[in-house]
């Protein structure tokens, strides 16, 4: 069992990736050079390594921005076009659990969800990702929450919560 986690949301540009680490952290948050602490329930944190803007729409290979990067729990907007592949295969390749909520339709996406054109589902789930497709349009809240609920329990069974 690997003991590192990747957390990515993905989807089309504007989808609603940056608003869903926004409210999870609960302020507007950036792509730092170093892990920050995230709060999931009351005084209870874990240590995270955010990529907010995703690797694809900036340019960048998530292989340079995470090389030496050691936290345990990795959360990284991901941009639904092809070379999405590169920052999948190299969480792949880096033996991370996979989680990935694909916002699939996306906030400024047409009604209703689009078909899977780049063929990802079957590819993280031979895999062993878990995949969870939401409406980037609604239910922000609870998307967040799904998410707060994935990394703890995740990270408790791990011993990585700590008091914050």
């Not at 005084?43 to 998530?62: T, W």
Request: aromatic share 12%; hydrophobic share 35%.
């Amino acid at each position: 069992m690997t003991d590192r986690l990747f957390v990515g949301v993905l989807g089309h540009r504007k989808s609603g990736k940056s608003t869903t680490w926004n409210t999870l952290f609960g302020a507007t948050v950036r792509t730092s050079s170093s892990p920050r602490p995230l709060q999931l329930r009351p005084n209870e944190c874990v240590e995270v390594f955010l990529i907010s803007g995703s690797p694809e729409e900036r340019g960048l290979y998530a292989g340079d921005v995470l090389k030496d990067q050691r936290a345990r729990i990795v959360l990284c907007s991901m941009q639904y076009v092809d070379h999405v592949a590169d920052t999948i295969r190299y969480v792949e390749e880096q033996d991370f659990w996979l989680y990935v909520q694909w916002l699939n339709p996306g906030f400024t996406d047409a009604d209703p969800q689009y078909w899977d054109y780049l063929g990802l589902t079957g590819r993280l789930l031979s895999k062993g990702a878990t995949l969870a497709i939401r409406s980037g349009k609604h239910d922000l809240e609870m998307r967040v929450q799904e998410l707060r609920e994935f990394i703890y329990g995740w990270a408790s069974f791990r011993s990585l919560v700590f008091p914050c």
